[in-house]
């Protein structure tokens, strides 16, 4: 196919590119490049033993909504099997193998068809599962040349990349005919598939993986761990924040903290970078702030600057705001607040959750917000209504329940290929 043909010319071109600045990349980058298993140099991994299952995500958010596959993979005790997986960042494949049942973790080779053939080659998978929507058309042809069986798993196509794939559709449909399937969260997902060129039989719905990493279990310590903090008392967590929308959190615990008294406030940005900024905000606004990490600091809101500890604190916190949803950022994993049995309020644009969100809702359990005054209504209606909280509280463990059951699916679909 001509299209092929011109993709596998523009990495030969981007890999002379690369060569000739390597040495500015070096600099700058150090060993975060990862060049030599960018390119799949001999000497930069070692194939694992056994029979190999490939797991490629592209970030660590992606390698945790796959962690509920490992791990049941991981719990079958299969002596001879290997879970490796190759993500993009080396953050993902640093941290992925302390958080993941995953024996080996590098990088994915660049998308260069012969660069993939000799990468799959070497390692020999039984089983391809690729994650959410990395469509990468090297990779997939080599799979299908190799006679490698390919699963795109948890499945989904945004509403702002939708249009893009659609307009693409006839180089997309010549990369899906090569998956032996794809497990999509929900029926919008599986029909976009089906939109840009995947076959219809190849699509099926399978659930949220996501939802598979709620559980009520996990947030035990969540209340001793908002004490160890210093916070007590009716505590309002904004978790996984973007833009304006600290700022706004901010403006609500002020126009209520006269009212209810209790009310505390931490807030968790989606990057820890954003938290210079969330500090500057606060102090315009007459408020005071201390970092997590900083016990010996005084401020009455807390910033979250530590990895891995927000699950956790959903489960010590009185209500929680899911942020990425008050801009256009189509929302973050609104089950994680949710499994921790507390009301859970967010903004309209949560497209890449909508299903969640849609159960949320319907269930009592989560509420849509427009801005400041939405949630100073919201909060001031749970803080006075303990009825109305407990309902709310009851509804989100309700949807967590409904909404599990993606892994048993996925792994009935993937069963064939792993003996």
């Known amino acids: 196919m001509i299209i092929f043909i011109l993709y596998?010319?523009?990495f030969a071109l981007a890999l002379v590119i690369f060569f000739l600045s390597l040495p500015v990349w070096s600099l700058i980058f150090g060993r975060r490049l990862g060049w030599r298993q960018r390119l799949g140099l001999p000497g930069s991994w070692r194939r694992p033993a056994g029979d190999v299952v490939l797991f490629h995500a592209a970030s660590l958010g992606e390698v945790g909504a796959m962690t509920p596959l490992m791990r049941k993979l991981a719990r079958e005790r299969k002596p001879c099997r290997t879970i490796m997986l190759t993500t993009l960042t080396t953050n993902a494949r640093d941290l992925a193998p302390e958080r993941t049942p995953?024996?080996?973790?590098r990088l994915l080779p660049f998308d260069f068809y012969p660069l993939m053939v000799i990468f799959l080659r070497r390692l020999r998978p039984k089983l391809i599962i690729v994650a959410e929507t990395e469509l990468w058309p090297g990779l997939f042809r080599a799979a299908r040349r190799l006679g490698i069986p390919l699963f795109i798993v948890n499945g989904r196509i945004s509403d702002n990349s939708y249009p893009w794939y659609r307009y693409c559709r006839l180089v997309f449909?010549?990369?899906l005919v090569k998956v032996t399937g794809i497990l999509t969260r929900d029926a919008v997902d599986a029909e976009r598939y089906r939109r840009i060129g995947t076959p219809a039989g190849k699509v099926k719905v399978c659930g949220d993986l996501k939802a598979e990493l709620s559980s009520g279990a996990d947030y035990v310590a969540g209340r001793r761990l908002m004490k160890q903090i210093g916070l007590r008392g009716k505590v309002l967590i904004g978790g996984s924040l973007h833009g304006r929308e600290a700022a706004d959190l901010l403006r609500v615990y002020l126009r209520l903290k006269a009212k209810i008294r209790d009310l505390r406030l931490l807030l968790a940005p989606r990057h820890l970078k954003h938290l210079a900024s969330i500090e500057k905000k606060a102090a315009s606004l007459g408020v005071t702030t201390r970092r997590r990490s900083d016990q010996r600091a005084r401020g009455e809101v807390v910033l979250l600057d530590t990895h891995?500890?927000?699950a956790s604190l959903y489960g010590g916190a009185w209500?929680?705001?899911?942020?990425?949803s008050l801009v256009r950022r189509g929302g973050q994993n609104l089950l994680e607040a949710a499994a921790a049995g507390i009301p859970v309020?967010?903004?309209?644009?949560v497209e890449n959750f909508r299903a969640i969100a849609r159960l949320l809702?319907?269930?009592?359990?989560g509420h849509c917000v427009r801005g400041v005054d939405?949630?100073?209504?919201?909060?001031?209606?749970?803080?006075?209504?303990?009825r109305a909280y407990r309902k709310m509280a009851a509804g989100a463990l309700d949807a967590v329940k409904e909404s599990r059951g993606a892994v048993a699916l996925i792994m009935k679909e993937l069963k064939p290929y792993l003996h």
């Open 374 to 386: 939405d949630i100073v209504a919201f909060i001031s209606t749970l803080a006075g209504e303990k």
């Open 173 to 175: 449909k010549g990369v």
């Open 361 to 365: 809702q319907e269930g009592g359990g």
């Open 8 to 10: 596998d010319l523009f």
């Open 102 to 105: 995953v024996r080996a973790a």
């Open 319 to 324: 209500v929680a705001f899911v942020g990425g």
């Open 308 to 310: 891995g500890e927000l």
């Open 345 to 349: 309020f967010f903004g309209p644009h």
